[in-house]
């Protein structure tokens, strides 16, 4: 299992960004996906995350309303679009998952939100 994040950068508080992770080695349409965050000094925390139809989603209520996980199955990517972004949203965002054994993560992509 591979999972690549890219996207991440410095924004302005309001601004957007996009994040992609690029899986390989695993069939990624059998797998729910899901997005986790951590913030220098804090625990990781959940983001979002996915089915795998991409029908249902679900997200933290920190990011509820700006954020939207979405994916598509033909090209193996899971992405994040990150709007109305404020400065505590500043964290290495990384892209996961698990099956019956472990759970699989992403170097991350770091965002920062900063004037």
């Known amino acids: 299992v591979q999972l690549v994040e890219s996207g991440g950068g410095l924004v302005q508080p309001g601004g957007s960004l996009r994040l992609s992770c690029a899986a390989s080695g695993f069939t990624f349409s059998s797998y729910a996906m899901r997005w986790h965050r951590q913030a220098p000094g804090k625990e990781r925390e959940f983001v979002a995350t996915?089915?795998?139809?991409?029908?249902?989603?679900n997200y933290a209520d920190s990011v509820k309303g700006r954020f939207t996980i979405s994916r598509d199955n033909a090209a193996n990517t899971l992405y994040l679009q990150m709007n109305s972004l404020k400065p505590e949203d500043t964290a290495v965002y990384h892209c996961v998952t698990s099956d019956a054994s472990r759970t699989y993560w992403g170097q991350g992509t770091q965002v920062t939100v900063s004037s």
């Open positions: 996915i089915t795998t139809s991409g029908r249902i989603t």
